[in-house]
């Protein structure tokens, strides 16, 4: 069964700071793996994905995600925090071998970037 | 990135009445729609897979006759409330797929039963 763990109900950080959001998962077949963001009373915003290819994924708004395949992790990561960047961040996957296109979400973290 | 639009944004309605969400996507055709439904500062979860012209798949759980999904064309699907009571009240979030890998969201709609 498909899985997703966003061990961290909240992470807090100052402005101009890295930060990370973590994510591990768990599929039988390849993961295909997804980061969102929601704001508040809003749907998801699509933010990166990984596929295939380099494990360093690029995505919106500067936000990137490093696949590791041993630790069955990919954590989103930004190199210097924005107040606008407080929101909600949710780690998705899916079984590439699943033709129903079904995303298993995380249960999400809440970023709040103080000024 | 893709556009999928979703109406009402929100919606207050009497219980016992029924109520139609509409899920739109705006640039592309999305054979296949979801419809989740939100808890308070809870994560997603999956209500039902809804495929053009055929039935909707609903996730265990998921009373079928309560929320009934249409999906007429490739552009729109529709999530109906009926007979809605206020354990129904949450916010319910659409999503359309286009082609294998992307899943693109609507922007969600708040329904209170009162």
């Known amino acids: 069964a498909q899985s997703v763990a966003q061990p961290e109900d909240q992470v807090n950080v100052a402005e101009g700071n890295p930060l990370t959001v973590k994510c591990t998962y768990s599929?039988?077949?390849?993961?295909?793996l997804f980061w969102y963001v929601q704001y508040p009373n809003r749907g998801l915003q699509f933010l990166l994905k990984y596929i295939t290819g380099d494990n360093l994924v690029k995505g919106s708004y500067g936000f990137e995600a490093e696949f590791n395949k041993s630790q069955t992790s990919f954590h989103l990561k930004k190199p210097s925090a924005l107040v606008s960047d407080s929101a909600l961040y949710f780690c998705?996957?899916?079984?590439?071998?699943?033709?129903?296109?079904?995303?298993?979400f995380g249960s999400g973290t809440r970023l709040l970037v103080r000024p | 990135g893709a556009v999928v639009s979703q109406h009402p944004s929100w919606v207050i309605c009497k219980s016992g009445t029924s109520v139609k969400i509409e899920c739109r996507s705006l640039?592309?055709?999305?054979?296949?729609m979801f419809w989740y439904r939100q808890f308070p500062k809870q994560s997603l979860m999956l209500m039902a897979t809804?495929?053009?012209?055929?039935?909707?798949?609903?996730e265990q759980g998921v009373e079928k006759d309560k929320f009934l999904i249409n999906h007429a064309s490739l552009t729109l699907s529709t999530l109906t409330v009926t007979s809605a009571h206020p354990e129904d009240s949450s916010f319910y979030i659409c999503s359309g797929q286009r082609g294998f890998t992307e899943a693109f969201f609507g922007q969600g709609t708040r329904l209170t039963v009162v």
């Open positions: 998705a996957v899916r079984d590439g071998m699943d033709s129903s296109y079904k995303l298993i």
């Open positions: 599929v039988s077949g390849n993961p295909y």
């Open positions: 640039d592309f055709q999305a054979t296949t």
């Open positions: 809804s495929n053009e012209g055929s039935k909707a798949t609903y």
